[in-house]
């Protein structure tokens, strides 16, 4: 059992070191073997099964004559001719007499040699069943097929035979075609199974090819699809998915990665500039540098500003940062033309050079009604208008139109100013991008307000995008999923949007024109809180009160 087992183990060893395709091939020659080994087998039994049949039925049907001929001559004591025997019969007469010899009668072909049969009484077991039996020769070369009977009247034993070298000649020789057979047969099942596998395995093939260029770095790579729908191609279509996926994984990983490497190396330098400022006051004020109290004075001016300037980075970080990670966000429904009057009011109180008006948004009907968070959604709208503000020149014109369009609530803050380039526009939302390659903060910002814009939009699953103004200067288009009002029709909507024309024709009756200043867009922030002024004009107190 140990040899077997050894053996098994040692063919499992050799034929798993082979690849898939010669393994295969060699396990279907092996099965072809085997069914051509059990098939040759049976065909050869069955083969060998008929002829003895055949040949006992010759016995059994020349028994009776060549007998009693053979035992006339017998009597006669003359010879027993060839001409009575017919083929390779050998005929043995046993008389009954207990003293007699057995008298054999040979032909030309038996000569040479008989089978050893001795004698046969009339009580012996073959005449008692009458079925042929198998002998030996005497001299070993081959066996006979022997038949027995009694003589009529008691008077003997006959027994005739034949010998079996035509039955094994024909066996040989079918064994002899059938290995050549089998030999063709396992050559072109080599061949045929060869070239069949490695049709069938070709697009495995490719799928190694494909995840070797992968492993190499190549992630564009893709399986090419195969010829037949079978479950190769399934298997190809489900990893090109999977391929897809995991190259946006790793592209999306890799723009992180991107980003966060200019995020901190952004934010070390908008920190750098004013660190450096209040530690170069600080130590100008230790030396000595600064001695008088209005010297003093405007260093500690400094020192403030840059301190102000670092807070206002530290709370957009930080802002970013909560916007970025909170899971939940409270809200409720927010009526945008109040949000929108006070930051217009507040504009105007921060830069009275710029004519800042609220207009209807020209397209749609009803009240801008958002869902969303109040809080946050006044931030955007303080950040798009102080943004505005900030990279416009004084007198420029700024307006903040309000509507419904397409089912959302729409946000237009339109400037008239010299507009933004095409690859500024793609970028404008990036955080610390501006599009001053110098940094210069001659006009203050971190690159951060309109980052800030565009990660809380998002968050109330709405967009935000440029346009080009109509005439020139920037539109920044903010688009927020519309509150569904219960009990409210179609009516108090169209009232809604009547009062917002009326009141932003009161407002754009304050404002003086003014020519139009060239001037170069770039991101900003805005205070994160407007100062509320207490008084407005009539017409922001209109538009609150509907």
Same mark, same amino acid.
């Given at each position: 059992?140990?040899?077997?087992?050894?053996?098994?183990?040692?063919?499992?060893?050799?034929?798993?070191?082979?690849?898939?395709?010669?393994?295969?091939?060699?396990?279907?020659?092996?099965?072809?073997?085997?069914?051509?080994?059990?098939?040759?087998?049976?065909?050869?039994?069955?083969?060998?099964?008929?002829?003895?049949?055949?040949?006992?039925?010759?016995?059994?049907?020349?028994?009776?004559?060549?007998?009693?001929?053979?035992?006339?001559?017998?009597?006669?004591?003359?010879?027993?001719?060839?001409?009575?025997?017919?083929?390779?019969?050998?005929?043995?007469?046993?008389?009954?007499?207990?003293?007699?010899?057995?008298?054999?009668?040979?032909?030309?072909?038996?000569?040479?040699?008989?089978?050893?049969?001795?004698?046969?009484?009339?009580?012996?077991?073959?005449?008692?069943?009458?079925?042929?039996?198998?002998?030996?020769?005497?001299?070993?070369?081959?066996?006979?097929?022997?038949?027995?009977?009694?003589?009529?009247?008691?008077?003997?034993?006959?027994?005739?035979?034949?010998?079996?070298?035509?039955?094994?000649?024909?066996?040989?020789?079918?064994?002899?075609?059938?290995?050549?057979?089998?030999?063709?047969?396992?050559?072109?099942?080599?061949?045929?199974?060869?070239?069949?596998?490695?049709?069938?395995?070709?697009?495995?093939? #490719?799928?190694?090819?494909?995840?070797?260029?992968?492993?190499?770095?190549?992630?564009?790579?893709?399986?090419?699809?195969?010829?037949?729908?079978?479950?190769?191609?399934?298997?190809?279509?489900?990893?090109?998915?999977?391929?897809?996926?995991?190259?946006?994984?790793?592209?999306?990983?890799?723009?992180?990665?991107?980003?966060?490497?200019?995020?901190?190396?952004?934010?070390?330098?908008?920190?750098?500039?004013?660190?450096?400022?209040?530690?170069?006051?600080?130590?100008?004020?230790?030396?000595?540098?600064?001695?008088?109290?209005?010297?003093?004075?405007?260093?500690?001016?400094?020192?403030?500003?840059?301190?102000?300037?670092?807070?206002?980075?530290?709370?957009?970080?930080?802002?970013?940062?909560?916007?970025?990670?909170?899971?939940?966000?409270?809200?409720?429904?927010?009526?945008?033309?109040?949000?929108?009057?006070?930051?217009?009011?507040?504009?105007?109180?921060?830069?009275?050079?710029?004519?800042?008006?609220?207009?209807?948004?020209?397209?749609?009907?009803?009240?801008?009604?958002?869902?969303?968070?109040?809080?946050?959604?006044?931030?955007?709208?303080?950040?798009?208008?102080?943004?505005?503000?900030? !990279?416009?020149?004084?007198?420029?014109?700024?307006?903040?139109?309000?509507?419904?369009?397409?089912?959302?609530?729409?946000?237009?803050?339109?400037?008239?100013?010299?507009?933004?380039?095409?690859?500024?526009?793609? #970028?404008?939302?990036?955080?610390?991008?501006?599009?001053?390659?110098?940094?210069?903060?001659?006009?203050?910002?971190?690159?951060?307000?309109?980052?800030?814009?565009?990660?809380?939009?998002?968050?109330?699953?709405?967009?935000? #995008?440029?346009?080009?103004?109509?005439?020139?200067?920037?539109?920044?288009?903010?688009?927020?999923?519309? &509150?569904?009002? #219960?009990? !409210?029709?179609?009516?108090?909507?169209?009232?809604?949007?009547?009062?917002?024309?009326?009141?932003?024709?009161?407002?754009?009756?304050?404002?003086?024109?003014?020519?139009?200043?060239? &001037?170069?867009?770039?991101?900003?922030?805005?205070?994160? &809180?407007?100062?509320?002024?207490?008084?407005?004009?009539?017409?922001?107190?209109?538009?609150?009160?509907?």
């Amino acid at each position: 059992m140990s040899l077997f087992g050894s053996a098994k183990g040692t063919a499992y060893r050799h034929l798993h070191a082979l690849s898939l395709t010669k393994r295969l091939v060699a396990v279907v020659v092996l099965m072809v073997l085997v069914a051509y080994m059990v098939t040759a087998g049976v065909t050869t039994m069955l083969l060998r099964d008929y002829l003895t049949e055949r040949m006992d039925t010759e016995l059994s049907r020349d028994i009776g004559p060549l007998g009693n001929a053979a035992y006339a001559r017998s009597l006669q004591g003359g010879a027993f001719v060839a001409a009575l025997v017919p083929n390779d019969y050998y005929v043995v007469i046993t008389p009954s007499a207990a003293n007699s010899v057995p008298s054999p009668f040979v032909t030309d072909g038996t000569e040479s040699d008989h089978p050893d049969l001795g004698r046969i009484d009339v009580d012996d077991t073959s005449i008692v069943q009458e079925k042929p039996f198998t002998a030996p020769s005497a001299t070993g070369e081959f066996e006979w097929r022997v038949l027995t009977s009694a003589l009529p009247e008691g008077r003997g034993t006959v027994a005739i035979a034949l010998p079996t070298t035509e039955i094994e000649n024909t066996v040989r020789t079918l064994w002899v075609l059938t290995l050549l057979v089998g030999l063709a047969t396992l050559v072109a099942v080599s061949v045929l199974g060869w070239l069949a596998v490695r049709r069938a395995f070709r697009p495995l093939s #490719r799928i190694e090819d494909t995840a070797s260029a992968i492993a190499a770095g190549d992630l564009t790579r893709r399986i090419p699809p195969p010829g037949a729908q079978d479950e190769v191609a399934s298997l190809s279509d489900s990893l090109n998915i999977m391929l897809a996926d995991i190259e946006q994984a790793f592209a999306v990983r890799k723009a992180s990665e991107q980003r966060m490497r200019q995020f901190v190396a952004d934010a070390s330098h908008e920190l750098r500039t004013p660190l450096a400022t209040v530690r170069g006051y600080a130590e100008l004020y230790r030396v000595g540098g600064v001695s008088k109290p209005e010297d003093i004075a405007s260093a500690m001016r400094r020192i403030e500003d840059e301190a102000t300037r670092m807070t206002g980075l530290v709370e957009s970080l930080l802002l970013l940062t909560r916007w970025d990670s909170t899971g939940t966000m409270e809200q409720e429904p927010v009526d945008l033309v109040v949000l929108a009057s006070d930051v217009v009011q507040d504009a105007r109180v921060r830069a009275p050079g710029h004519r800042v008006r609220l207009v209807p948004l020209g397209a749609g009907t009803g009240r801008p009604l958002a869902q969303g968070n109040d809080g946050a959604l006044r931030q955007v709208l303080t950040n798009l208008v102080a943004n505005a503000v900030t !990279h416009t020149p004084d007198g420029t014109e700024i307006e903040v139109a309000l509507g419904v369009d397409s089912g959302c609530c729409v946000v237009e803050v339109r400037d008239h100013g010299s507009g933004i380039d095409a690859e500024t526009a793609e #970028r404008v939302f990036e955080r610390f991008y501006r599009a001053d390659a110098g940094r210069t903060r001659a006009r203050g910002g971190t690159g951060l307000g309109l980052a800030i814009v565009a990660t809380i939009v998002a968050r109330h699953d709405g967009t935000v #995008r440029h346009e080009p103004t109509p005439g020139g200067g920037a539109t920044f288009r903010v688009e927020l999923p519309l &509150h569904s009002r #219960r009990g !409210h029709g179609d009516a108090e909507d169209t009232d809604d949007a009547e009062s917002d024309d009326a009141e932003s024709d009161d407002a754009e009756s304050d404002d003086a024109d003014s020519d139009h200043g060239a &001037h170069q867009h770039s991101t900003n922030d805005a205070t994160p &809180h407007a100062q509320r002024v207490s008084s407005k004009s009539s017409a922001i107190t209109d538009a609150r009160g509907v």
